[in-house]
């Protein structure tokens, strides 16, 4: 059991709030940025790439954000409409901000890294002026990402989405998506995550995400577990650690852990791993699966991603996802 109850009357499965960005990937691979001089451009941005992920899926889903004016906003609105995400909550930025942008290196399979340009963009904008309560009751579930807790007014504006999910019983999926460039302190950081987590029912991160929340209370290195059962005493229900190449580990209200292997890639770059199995565990959750054949899917979707050069046009669809793990093993990794 997972203990997430989804509301089968709503309109929408799942809506996103936080940043819609573009990616720059490297197009010459095996070499450092320094030595780049292409990239293609994508959507990009955590929770937009979840989002996507889950639409490319089959899900109905929806977004709430805010866009630049600009030629970049304008690209990012047409592409969910082709996703069919409902934009009807995304709004322009109107005082001159920017797209965020996001350049990645690809120096080789295993040494990859994000370059982000992330100063005055307008998805940080976000007020609260611009959260909707009828629209967030409308959702079966809400994602947040931790990137959008980092600045006011985006921060109170992801405060009052999780106080109307609470109101209309809507489960929070809380992507810790912790990206340093865009914080100023580790005790603040710490803070605004510990404060989100607090009222989230399912916590997805890395071992390194989980640290960062927990060295506030000097708990840092505690093990996987202990990070968990931290957060049952909240509202959590699931709490899901990531560990790279070797896999998953899943840990339920009820007393039960579910560890994931992984699947294997030929892998052109890493990032993208933790958005894609994001997007493939909330739709294989709310389509019934267990846990652990939702973190399978998740791993398997993140398998497919990082084999391929971006992650928001890679995101599988539910065809590919299926066909993926019938012809794919999963190596149980087991995470430590
Ligand atoms: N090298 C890899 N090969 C296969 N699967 C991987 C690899 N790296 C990550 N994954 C899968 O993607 C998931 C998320 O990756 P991880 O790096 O832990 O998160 P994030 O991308 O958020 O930092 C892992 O739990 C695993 O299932
Ligand atoms: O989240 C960002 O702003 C960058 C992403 O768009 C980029 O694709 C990426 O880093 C994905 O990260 P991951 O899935 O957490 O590895």
Same mark, same amino acid.
């Given at each position: 059991m997972n203990g997430l109850q989804f509301d089968?009357? $709503? $309109?929408?499965d799942v809506v996103a709030v936080g940043r819609l960005c573009i990616d720059l990937n490297a197009n010459e691979t095996g070499r450092p940025m320094e030595e780049t001089m292409t990239f293609t451009k994508y959507v990009g941005g955590s929770p937009a790439n979840i989002i996507i992920g889950a639409a490319r899926l089959g899900m109905r889903t929806g977004f709430i954000g805010k866009l630049a004016d600009d030629q970049m906003g304008r690209f990012i609105r047409s592409y969910l409409r082709k996703d069919g995400i409902d934009d009807s909550q995304v709004c322009v930025d109107r005082t001159g901000a920017v797209t965020g942008l996001a350049f990645t290196e690809i120096k080789s399979p295993q040494e990859c890294s994000i370059l982000m340009y992330r100063d005055h963009v307008a998805d940080l904008l976000l007020n609260t002026e611009e959260i909707s309560e009828a629209y967030i009751a409308s959702s079966k579930a809400l994602l947040i990402s931790g990137t959008a807790l980092a600045q006011s007014p985006s921060r109170e504006a992801v405060f009052l989405a999780l106080e109307f999910a609470r109101k209309h019983n809507v489960t929070v999926f809380f992507d810790l998506d912790y990206r340093p460039y865009t914080w100023t302190s580790a005790a603040e950081t710490a803070v605004y995550y510990n404060l989100a987590a607090e009222k989230s029912h399912c916590i997805i991160g890395t071992r390194e995400e989980f640290d960062m929340m927990e060295n506030l209370y000097n708990l840092a290195g505690a093990d996987d577990q202990a990070t968990a059962a931290r957060w049952f005493s909240h509202q959590a229900e699931l709490v899901v650690i990531k560990h790279g190449g070797s896999g998953s580990i899943g840990y339920t209200a009820d007393g039960q852990s579910h560890r994931s292997g992984i699947f294997p890639a030929k892998v052109l770059k890493t990032f993208g791993a933790g958005d894609s199995y994001a997007s493939a565990f909330i739709h294989s959750l709310m389509s019934g699966h267990s846990v652990s054949e939702a973190m399978r899917r998740g791993s398997a979707s993140a398998s497919i991603v990082i084999s391929r050069h971006s992650c928001s046009d890679a995101m599988p669809t539910l065809e590919e996802l299926e066909e993926f793990l019938r012809t794919n093993e999963e190596v149980t990794a087991g995470a430590q």
């Open positions: 089968p009357d $709503r $309109r929408l």
